[in-house]
């Protein structure tokens, strides 16, 4: 059974950077999309940052050139660098993979990031 499991969430000042990790484990080969995305309090959730298979990545507009999403095979994670932050990047943040199929279809559990002005 595949699990996912956030961290590196935390509370920071504007300008500030975080770093999130999504540890995957269980059977994972299968994986066509990896992804960040984000929920604001009261809000939608909404897709921050994606990474395909051909190593091709996407972006929100709203974090492009702040956030960069990377891979580490060896230890099967997938991370989410976030420089300059914001207080509107305030949201739980959660990371999930499309196992299987094209559509994202596991999720973690999420971790939460306070950016305050």
């Known amino acids: 059974q595949v699990q996912l499991m956030e961290s590196g969430g935390g509370s920071v000042q504007a300008g500030g950077s975080l770093r999130l990790t999504c540890t995957a484990s269980g059977y994972t080969y299968s994986t066509y999309c990896r992804g960040w995305f984000r929920q604001p309090t009261g809000k939608e959730r909404e897709e921050v940052a994606t990474?395909?298979?051909?190593?091709?990545?996407t972006y929100a507009d709203s974090v492009k050139g702040r956030f960069t999403v990377s891979r580490d095979n060896a230890k099967n994670t997938l991370s989410l660098q976030m420089n300059d932050l914001r207080p509107e990047d305030t949201a739980m943040y959660y990371c999930a993979i499309c196992l299987g199929q094209y559509e994202y279809n596991r999720w973690g559990q999420g971790t939460q990031v306070n950016v305050s002005s």
């Open positions: 990474l395909n298979t051909d190593g091709s990545t």
